[in-house]
């Protein structure tokens, strides 16, 4: 058997051993860290701090813009018969509520324009359903059929701002495609003698 056969065996049965043991903290962190992206991963993306949108300089000039985050889309993203992106509960709550007036409710829906990275608008909603759940809805369905967005395979990248002229808030999202993954390992089979 060679070094890696060896080298994923190990590994294989370290797993299955694992499979249900309760891990300390140091340990799950430890692991959690090598799952993330890091600086020698083939994915260390971090988006521009503004949406990089040269016709929407005029709507956002001297705007603040939230923190911007990512999300790697789902099925249950794109499909026509949900028409909703659903965003991360945590995110919206750091990044996006401190943006919101109090005359906005998200529990009734706020009217949003979401700009593409051409800077086309896409009339939306953003709403809170069922006290749980961030959406925006309505216009979604033509935004990620128009930007030809794909699940597990398109990151998108969310900023909102208000518009300098209106005060409406606005949404950027931008699309990449994800880092190609390695191809999976092959099993190969145990002998035991």
């Given at each position: 058997m060679?070094?890696?056969s060896?080298?994923?065996l190990k590994a294989a049965l370290t797993l299955v051993r694992m499979k249900k043991q309760k891990l300390d903290n140091q340990t799950a962190v430890a692991l959690n860290n090598?799952?993330?992206p890091n600086a020698n991963s083939g994915d260390c993306y971090q988006p521009p701090t503004i949406p990089q949108v040269p016709c929407l300089r005029?709507?956002?000039q001297n705007s603040i813009f939230?923190?911007?985050f990512e999300k790697l889309l789902t099925i249950t993203d794109l499909r026509p018969d949900q028409s909703r992106l659903s965003l991360n509960k945590t995110h919206v709550q750091q990044c996006l509520v401190s943006m919101l007036t109090e005359d906005e409710n998200l529990t009734l829906g706020i009217p949003v324009t979401t700009y593409n990275i051409n800077g086309k608008p896409y009339p939306m909603i953003f709403k809170l359903w069922c006290s749980k759940v961030y959406v925006l809805?309505?216009?979604w369905t033509e935004f990620q059929q128009e930007n030809k967005?794909?699940?597990g395979e398109?990151?998108?990248t969310i900023w909102m701002f208000r518009n300098v002229e209106s005060g409406k808030l606005c949404f950027v999202i931008t699309s990449r495609k994800s880092a190609q993954l390695p191809q999976p390992f092959k099993t190969r089979r145990l002998r035991i003698n």
């Open positions: 060679d070094n890696d060896h080298q994923e090598l799952i993330k005029r709507l956002v939230t923190e911007p809805t309505s216009g967005l794909t699940a398109d990151f998108i």
